[in-house]
């Protein structure tokens, strides 16, 4: 069975850091762009960023200066490195994957883990 499983959420003070992991699990056989999209309460799920299987980043304008997104191709994960964190970034945080697998190509997205930034 082909998933996405994330690590790292958890509990900071604003002006702390968090990093994310998000790792491709099962039988794939190739990911193409990876991202992470995050979703406050009562929000709409909003992107983060997202990088492509070339190494080549994009960022919200929120995200930018303070987060930084990485990946790696051969353990299959995604990374998301978040620096200065505000309260506004409290939220549940996904990690996602457009992944070529036995039953094709599809999006798949992980579970969510919870990031609460305190005042």
């Known amino acids: 069975q082909v998933q996405l499983v994330e690590s790292g959420g958890g509990f900071v003070q604003a002006g702390g850091s968090l990093n994310l992991s998000c790792a491709a699990i099962g039988d794939i056989f190739r990911i193409n762009d990876m991202g992470w999209y995050r979703q406050a309460p009562m929000k709409q799920r909003e992107s983060i960023a997202n990088v492509t299987s070339g190494g080549h980043t994009n960022y919200a304008d929120f995200a930018k200066g303070r987060f930084t997104i990485s990946r790696d191709n051969v353990k299959k994960t995604v990374s998301l490195q978040m620096n200065s964190l505000k309260p506004e970034d409290t939220g549940v945080y996904y990690c996602?994957?457009?992944?070529?697998?036995?039953?094709?190509?599809?999006?798949?997205w992980g579970q969510g883990t919870q990031v609460t930034v305190s005042s």
């Open positions: 996602t994957a457009d992944m070529w697998a036995a039953a094709g190509p599809y999006d798949y």
